[in-house]
């Protein structure tokens, strides 16, 4: 466990950049600020290090940046319609930072700031912060902590640990933007990708807020039941693949019960690099960076569109508002406990 200076923020305070591993050569750097994922370095089918990862050298491109690279994302990942919700009958107003509507809680969610180093180990580290009554428009003093453990079996494993002294909102989420030949590997199109998922929440417009329908992948490009290359179908006409430039939206994972399962697996054949992604969550966003134009990052790489996909664990997007999807409210004094893995292996395959 090792940490360096990692540069200021506009405000003048100081981040750090952690560093965890294992005995197998696979190591995770994070800096305090958002509890953000800046690197993952695991080894490919030839025994070289790649770092997966899309992200930045410093703090302030972080800080800047409106991809939410890496990020831990809450209190309330994705996006609330109309920028507000109502608990209990009383009405709380949201920044209204997407079109009119809520993205990942607004800039001052807790993607946006230091956290405490809680404790820290050779292979695990726990961020803490506390969240203010009503610093995102959420009620409630929330205590969260989100530790990243690298385990033996060459897993980053996420757990979020949250409690309110009021009734809130707690759907917290990472946002890495993996590229398994590399962050700086081209494009993501040849990636491999199944999704253990017969259903997905389609939008209704552009601005990526769920119907509210429950729908079928069977016979649309949201297929990913058999693995696909991510590109197979990407430029399909399609209304819900044009609303999001791509793929940008919410699958209604396969669960068979309440805990940590396997719902996706994705491998680079250039690299051989393979990830599961085992999560407790009901819902996954898979977003395939549908950006256009250069997009400064580590080492000076431009990133460009599809350069990445991420795979979201969540609830569903716009839950406290759609009363057909499970609430993402959480009781005062009552825990929000939640689990993802991001397991690296190689294939050959
Ligand atoms: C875009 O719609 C996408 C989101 O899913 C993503 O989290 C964000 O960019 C960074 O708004």
Request: include cysteine; charged fraction near 20%.
């Amino acid at each position: 466990m090792n940490s360096k200076f990692f540069g200021k923020t506009k405000e003048g305070k100081e981040a750090f950049l952690y560093t965890i591993s294992n005995s197998q050569g696979m190591e995770v750097c994070a800096t305090d600020f958002g509890a953000t994922v800046v690197s993952i370095f695991v080894k490919d089918k030839d025994g070289n290090r790649r770092d997966v990862v899309l992200g930045y050298d410093d703090v302030s491109d972080y800080q800047k940046g409106t991809s939410y690279f890496g990020a831990t994302v809450g209190r309330n990942c994705n996006r609330i319609s109309n920028a507000k919700v109502t608990i209990d009958g009383t009405e709380y107003p949201l920044e209204a930072n997407d079109r009119g509507n809520n993205l990942h809680s607004g800039s001052n969610a807790v993607s946006e700031q230091i956290w405490s180093v809680a404790s820290q180990e050779e292979n695990r580290i726990t961020f803490h912060y506390t969240s203010p009554d009503l610093s995102e428009g959420f009620p409630g003093t929330a205590e969260i902590d989100v530790t990243f453990e690298v385990t033996e079996d060459n897993s980053l494993a996420i757990h979020y640990h949250a409690v309110s002294d009021k009734k809130t909102v707690f759907n917290f989420t990472n946002h890495c933007y993996f590229n398994l030949n590399g962050h700086d590997g081209a494009n993501v199109l040849d990636h491999v990708l199944e999704i253990h998922a017969s259903h997905y929440t389609p939008v209704s417009s552009n601005k990526a807020i769920p119907t509210g329908e429950i729908a079928e992948v069977e016979g649309t490009p949201f297929d990913f039941r058999t693995a696909k290359r991510i590109g197979q179908d990407i430029e399909a006409d399609h209304e819900q693949l044009s609303y999001g430039g791509g793929y940008d939206h919410n699958f209604a994972l396969d669960r068979t019960g309440d805990g940590v399962e396997k719902m996706a697996e994705i491998y680079s054949p250039e690299s051989g690099i393979h990830m599961d992604v085992l999560t407790d969550r009901i819902g996954m966003q898979l977003f395939t960076m549908n950006f256009i134009g250069g997009h400064p990052g580590k080492g000076g790489i431009s990133y460009n569109g599809r350069a990445s996909f991420c795979l979201e664990t969540q609830f569903f997007p716009n839950a406290i508002n759609e009363p057909n999807f499970v609430t993402p409210l959480t009781d005062a004094g009552e825990a929000f406990d939640s689990r993802t893995v991001y397991h690296f292996s190689v294939s050959d395959k």
